[in-house]
């Protein structure tokens, strides 16, 4: 081959590398949008109804969304620390919300910073 061959098929290589990875990840930040406001009332509804295992896994699914709003994270928060000693999935999903809140709260988050 000749290095022009080599130079064209690296950047169409790599172009289409891309173009598959940016579709990909605008799909999956649209599904991360249409599941975040049903996850949150399937929470909601869990916690109301004191289903320990539907609070895990939509608690889970509210936390690591992409969308997630700090309100939510805050309401979060509140009603985990009633249900704390009656499980241990709960108190990890408790503690995970707790590093969450503590990321967020950080400098690096921040939009600006503060001198």
Do not use: P, Q
């Amino acid at each position: 081959m000749k290095n022009i061959d080599i130079i064209i098929w690296t950047i169409f290589l790599s172009a289409t590398f891309s173009v598959v990875f940016y579709i990909y990840y605008k799909k999956s930040k649209a599904k991360d949008i249409e599941n975040y406001n049903s996850d949150v009332r399937k929470l909601i509804k869990a916690i109301n109804n004191n289903h320990k295992e539907g609070i895990v896994i939509y608690g889970n699914n509210v936390l690591w969304n992409y969308y997630l709003k700090s309100d939510d994270l805050d309401y979060l928060i509140i009603c985990l620390e009633k249900y704390i000693e009656e499980s241990s999935e709960l108190k990890k999903l408790y503690d995970s919300c707790i590093d969450k809140k503590i990321h967020r709260n950080t400098s690096h988050y921040r939009k600006y910073w503060v001198l």
